[in-house]
Each structure stands twice: as structure tokens, then as C-alpha cells.
């Protein structure tokens, strides 16, 4: 029966039948981070990492902090076999550089956004729409974003732990430039060059 009440998350410490509560951290210093639950797992998406952990064996956890230790991150895939992190590299977003701006002026866009007041029976506005922040600067390309892919598969026929080993890094480039519309396609993903163009990047199924 539903109660509406949290359910404690415990594991095992290894010390005998020894049980603690199990914290769940973001790994990120920043407001935007974001939550999305695929079967018994949870994944902590935010701007610096991703945590991956396991609601029905707490003990069961991994995350991209130390392979990506200065990322910059602006979207997350969950797949079959894979988790996708699209990066802008960290150089292209320095400190009062233009990708810098770019980043600031979206997430103001967005926190404004949220802050509205919306009325009953009136749908929120799009990005870009009436309502949105009217000076915010037009999302920039970027000359190039990563792809990270992390094992989602298990660690082996014994242990159903999910792997979370980082098994490819694909650098994107295009002299255009990339807009940040990325979408995941059967065997890869579909992307948004600033000359209007729609490229693909598609791969082979790996066997383990």
C-alpha cells in the first residue's frame, strides 16, 4: 500500500549485517542539476557530472568525476547499453569568453523563466516565445563538443552492477560550427550544424 512516506536507502558496510543509511550526492556545486529514473536507477545529471546509483541496491553507484574532472556538460543520453555526456570542452567556456556568455545568458533565461507567474489554462512559453527573457543572446555554435560513452551493461555475467566505464571519448568538429541540438538516433545521434545543416554520427553495436 502507497503511504506517501521516504523510504530509507541502506547498505551494507562490510562489517557484518552492519547497515547505514545511504546518501545520495549530486557531485555538482551549481543549481542545475536534474533527476531522471530509468527502472531502478537513478541519474544525477548536472552541468559538472553525472552519478549514476542503484535504488534497489544502494551499494551499486558510479560516476564520471574523476574521467571527467573539469567537464562541462550540456546534455545527458541514456541508452541500452550506453550513457551519453555531450561536452563542451572546458576551453571553450572560460571565464568571460563567449561561451562563457552564452551559458550565463541561458541559465538566466531559464531561472526566469521558472520565476514567471503562469495563469490557469495558459501554457508556459516556449524558448524564444512571448514571455521568454527578450535580452537573452542567441545560443551560439561552438567549433567542437565531445561525446563521452559510459557502460550502462553489466560488470559480468556474476555481478549485474552496472559498469560505468568510460569506453569511448568521439571529438565533433565542423568548420560552421554545432549548435547544441543534439538527438539520439538509432545507432547514434543526429546534430545541428550553424549552417542549417543536419549531420549524423552513427556507430556500431559493440560486443562484450
Do not use: C
Request: charged share 20%; proline share 9%.
Amino acid at each position: 500500500m502507497e503511504t506517501g512516506l521516504a523510504l530509507p536507502l541502506k547498505f551494507k558496510t562490510g562489517k557484518g549485517d552492519e547497515e547505514v543509511d545511504r546518501v545520495l550526492t549530486t557531485s555538482n556545486k551549481s543549481w542545475d542539476v536534474g533527476l531522471r529514473v530509468i527502472g531502478s536507477h537513478l541519474y544525477v545529471i548536472g552541468s559538472r557530472a553525472i552519478v549514476s546509483y542503484n535504488l534497489d541496491r544502494p551499494a551499486e553507484s558510479w560516476s564520471t568525476v574523476y574521467t571527467l574532472p573539469n567537464a562541462n556538460i550540456r546534455d545527458a543520453f541514456i541508452g541500452q547499453d550506453f550513457l551519453a555526456v555531450l561536452e563542451q570542452p572546458d576551453v571553450l567556456a572560460q571565464p568571460g569568453g563567449p561561451a562563457a556568455a552564452q551559458v550565463q545568458a541561458q541559465q538566466q533565461a531559464a531561472q526566469q523563466q521558472r520565476e514567471q507567474v503562469l495563469i490557469p489554462g495558459q501554457q508556459p512559453p516556449e524558448d524564444g516565445a512571448a514571455g521568454a527573457n527578450p535580452n537573452a543572446a542567441p545560443a551560439k555554435p561552438s567549433p567542437m563538443y565531445r561525446l563521452h560513452l559510459y557502460g550502462t551493461y553489466p560488470v559480468s555475467d556474476k555481478n549485474p552492477a552496472q559498469s560505468g566505464r568510460l569506453d569511448y571519448v568521439k571529438e565533433v568538429t565542423d568548420p560552421a560550427g554545432i549548435t547544441a541540438n543534439w538527438q539520439p538516433i538509432d545507432g547514434g545521434f543526429a546534430y545541428q550544424t550553424a549552417d542549417g545543416k543536419v549531420k549524423l554520427l552513427l556507430g556500431a553495436r559493440p560486443e562484450h
